[in-house]
């Protein structure tokens, strides 16, 4: 499948994403916050999808919690400063879009990061499908992004477009907040936890 250029990719912003993410680590900077709420979600040794993982920081704040992590990331210069943080780090130079049933099933894919406000234009309901069809039997997915004063070059995406395109692919809202320590849903930030819509359930 060709990968279509994400809105990250425009943003050309990778070298120094990963660069201000090894100084906050090389500081022993607090950047956990999605890994301890996604390790809140799981029971002890889950399998976890971290979509769109970046420098890596939250697949290695999982597999630091004792669960079996997956990351993919399409950006090459992100998977090379992932391996250089994070030696041996389970992570692949991976698109969403290209993911199957058979690389399931994941207890929880994390898509955390502003990720859904910068795939590539269009492909937002492809992109929750694709991580719906990768979701075990009680399978979530937590996920969150900027609703507000978004990065450079990232989508504007409502909360409510995003409930639509959510619905669109079959999932449906378990819990919407406003931050990763669930305060309540605000217009600044949006965190969900979503998993298969019922009617969608079996199939
Ligand atoms: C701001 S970074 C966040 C990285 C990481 N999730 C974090 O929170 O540290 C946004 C990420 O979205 C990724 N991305 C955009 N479109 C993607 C796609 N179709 N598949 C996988 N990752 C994608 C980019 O490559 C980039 O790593």
Known sequence: MATRRTRWQEAGNSENFGKRFADLVSAGEDIDGEARLADTLLPRGARVLDAGAGMGRVTSALLRRGHEVVAIEPDETL???????????????????????????????????????????????????AMRAVLGENGRILLGFHLQDQPSHARAYTA????????AAGLRVDLRAGTYQLHPANEAYGVWVLSRAQSEAGR
């Open 79 to 129: 998977v090379r400063q992932a391996r250089e943080i994070y030696p041996g780090l389970p992570i692949e130079k991976r698109d969403i879009l290209g993911l199957g049933p058979e690389d399931g099933p994941f207890d929880l894919v994390v898509c955390v990061g502003n990720v859904m406000i910068y795939l590539a234009e269009g492909t937002e309901i492809e992109a929750l499908r």
């Open 160 to 167: 409510a477009e995003f409930e639509a395109d959510l619905s």
